[in-house]
């Protein structure tokens, strides 16, 4: 008997959520997905954006806070595929080390002002020592996943070859990586006690800083909004089964109520940086499948 369900082409990384879903461990009786291989998954975030290359894709937050603010046909579902502590992602040479508060007027290399680590960096920068982004030069050398968005006046896309050896060189005073943070004793954290800092932080803010979430083309939830809803239970099912796991998004649950004080915290911080062209609500994020899931509850 042939497969009658409608089928998402679907793209999502390495992690134990992915890991359940592309298993065939949860099922759905109003949808299939079709798993596209994409390594590293930031390489599906542009083309989600630009050209709705997938129907649902795991997708960095900011990317998609700014692909909505700039009105790309996409929306955001309640489900985080990624989260993490991130003070200690920004580092310094350990022979000559920065202290964080002094900071303004230095020098800091980032993949791209809009990555999603380098704007949990800022955030933080701005909370624990009241650096603005401005007051500091950053060095880039990629351009955002939306092509609309330009970088501030303080942002300079001139840097070449790799951080590592950037920061080696001098070239830049510090540094901020994601997953692929240097190992050893080369470099040390700018930001003094960053692991005691993020425990402070998840206690005071109920979560762990969002890095990814699941984006869903606007077109697939009008043609198909059943097998989007079942998308979306197969995801909370994937988290489910994944919760026994170490990744840094059991911190940070899943789930409309749950994510929309964060979403407002993390537009507004967005915004302040300068990187929405105007501010944006969790009413508005994730206004599309709250509708959709009020129709088909």
């Known amino acids: 008997m042939s497969d009658t369900r409608p089928q998402l082409r679907a793209a999502f990384g390495n992690h134990p959520i992915g890991d359940v879903l592309r298993s065939g461990a949860v099922d759905d009786p109003r949808v299939r997905l079709a798993h596209e291989a994409v390594s590293p998954i930031h390489k599906a975030f542009a083309p989600m954006v630009t050209d709705q290359a997938y129907d649902v894709s795991e997708l960095a937050i900011v990317t998609g806070l700014q692909a909505i603010g700039y009105d790309h046909p996409i929306t955001l579902m309640p489900v985080v595929l990624a989260a993490r502590f991130q003070r200690g992602c920004l580092v310094t040479r350990s022979a000559d080390p920065i202290d964080a508060r002094h900071l303004r007027g230095r020098r800091v290399g980032v993949r791209a002002y809009t990555q999603t680590t380098g704007f949990w960096v800022r955030t933080h920068l701005a909370e624990d020592y009241r650096i603005a982004s401005q007051d500091v030069a950053w060095v880039t050398q990629n351009p955002a996943h939306v092509p609309e968005y330009q970088d ?146």
């Open 152 to 297: 501030p006046t303080f942002v300079e896309r001139t840097l070449r070859g790799s951080l590592e050896d950037a920061l080696r060189a001098g070239q830049i005073d510090a540094a901020i990586f994601g997953n692929d943070l240097p190992v050893g004793d080369e470099f040390v954290p700018v930001i003094d006690r960053p692991d005691e800092r993020d425990r402070e932080w998840f206690g005071a803010n109920g979560y762990a800083p969002i890095n990814h979430l699941v984006a869903v083309s606007t077109s697939v939830i009008d043609a198909h909004p059943e097998a989007v809803v079942g998308a979306l239970d197969l995801l909370v099912r994937a988290e489910e089964l994944a919760a026994g796991c170490t990744d840094g998004a059991r911190l940070t649950m899943s789930g409309l109520e749950r994510l929309r004080g964060p979403v407002d915290a993390i537009a507004r911080a967005c915004y302040d940086q300068g990187m929405l062209p105007r501010p944006l609500s969790s009413d508005e994020v994730f206004g599309p499948i709250t509708d959709l899931l009020a129709q088909h509850s």
